[in-house]
């Protein structure tokens, strides 16, 4: 690890571990971020497929085996609980929602996810649901209620997130929301041109009212399937020259359990559309954290901006947005 990974809040907005809540396997490899330098990463308990119930069972699976381990983890809340995990050398822990079936038709639920400790939320998942479009179909907007839901996230601290989301849904979520808005795992279009990744006017729009890019370390979407860490800091830099480096951060989207993404893929296959690397889908570890960073320290990167990058961009969209 290098000196700089070392000393810095390195904040990863998003991260996959198996979706079985009588499943504790996986767990202990929370480790390997904080092995790899990381002090918060966002642990996602569920997506558009799942229902209130599964996304409940998951927040209670994950907290109680967290909580268990109050020496290793900070179940994260606050901003402070993130300089808290920092100083303590524990990994900071929260949680996001990729898709707000999870809410079905109670604009509630988003309160009780954030009691429960989700701290962002996407809109929807690849294909439209009750608030709003997908990118992976024809996008009609936000809807009525998406505005509501938007409303409901910024009264009670949850920020919004346009990963996944339609073009147009996207714009319309920025334009209303009171808040920031974030892609909390997405990459720029102009470098792959994949309808999950970002166009530039998106990205200038979400970063004109303050939002921040998590560049993520899918191969699909980084390009042809590639997943060297050269390639994570190419998007990164990017982004930093088209909307300010204050403006791009992390959020690499590992899957730990690569048995259960392909299944759900071969179930699914209108989620991502025809894609060959499908198949065999590769993903940035963790702990390629530092060699990512001496990419763009090599690029000409001064460490006082990288320091943005590798968390405190998204440290300040949290104290503007949490409670």
Not at 26 to 50: A, M
Not at 96 to 122: F, N, P
Not at 176 to 189: E, G, L, Q, T, Y
Not at 258 to 282: I, K, N, V
Request: charged share 25%; proline share 4%; net charge negative.
């Amino acid at each position: 690890m290098n000196e700089l990974v070392r000393r810095s809040i390195v904040w990863d907005n998003h991260g996959c571990l198996p979706l079985r809540p009588d499943d504790e396997r996986f767990l202990p490899q929370l480790e390997r971020y904080r092995n790899s330098g990381v002090t918060v990463v966002g642990i996602n308990v569920g997506f558009d497929v799942g229902t209130i119930e599964t996304h409940v069972r998951m927040l209670a699976h994950f907290r109680r085996w967290l909580k268990a381990r109050p020496d290793d983890y900070v179940l994260v809340e606050s901003v402070d609980d993130v300089r808290r995990a920092k100083e303590s050398g524990r990994l900071g822990v929260f949680f996001d929602i990729e898709g707000a079936k999870a809410i079905d038709d109670q604009i509630s639920l988003i309160g009780l996810y954030y009691d429960l400790g989700v701290r962002w939320m996407l809109m929807a998942y690849n294909l439209p649901n009750r608030v709003g479009g997908g990118c992976m179909e024809e996008d009609g907007g936000l809807t009525e209620f998406g505005a509501l839901a938007l409303d409901e996230m910024a009264r009670v601290g949850m920020i919004t997130c346009c990963s996944h989301t339609g073009e147009r849904t996207a714009l319309e979520v920025i334009e209303h929301s009171k808040n920031p808005v974030i892609f909390s795992h997405s990459n720029p279009r102009a470098l792959w041109d994949h309808p999950r990744n970002v166009r530039d006017h998106v990205i200038l729009a979400c970063t004109a009212k303050g939002g921040v890019v998590g560049i993520n370390g899918v191969g699909i979407f980084l390009g042809d399937n590639d997943d060297r860490s050269e390639t994570v800091a190419r998007h990164i830099d990017y982004v930093a020259k088209l909307a300010g480096i204050d403006h791009v951060a992390l959020g690499l989207d590992y899957v730990f359990d690569m048995e259960e993404l392909l299944a759900y893929l071969r179930g699914h296959p209108q989620t991502f559309g025809d894609d060959s690397a499908l198949a065999s889908p590769r993903f940035v570890v963790p702990e390629q954290l530092p060699e990512i960073v001496d990419c763009l320290v090599a690029m000409g990167y001064a460490e006082a901006d990288l320091e943005r990058v590798l968390g405190l961009n998204v440290l300040r969209v949290a104290a503007a947005v949490w409670r």
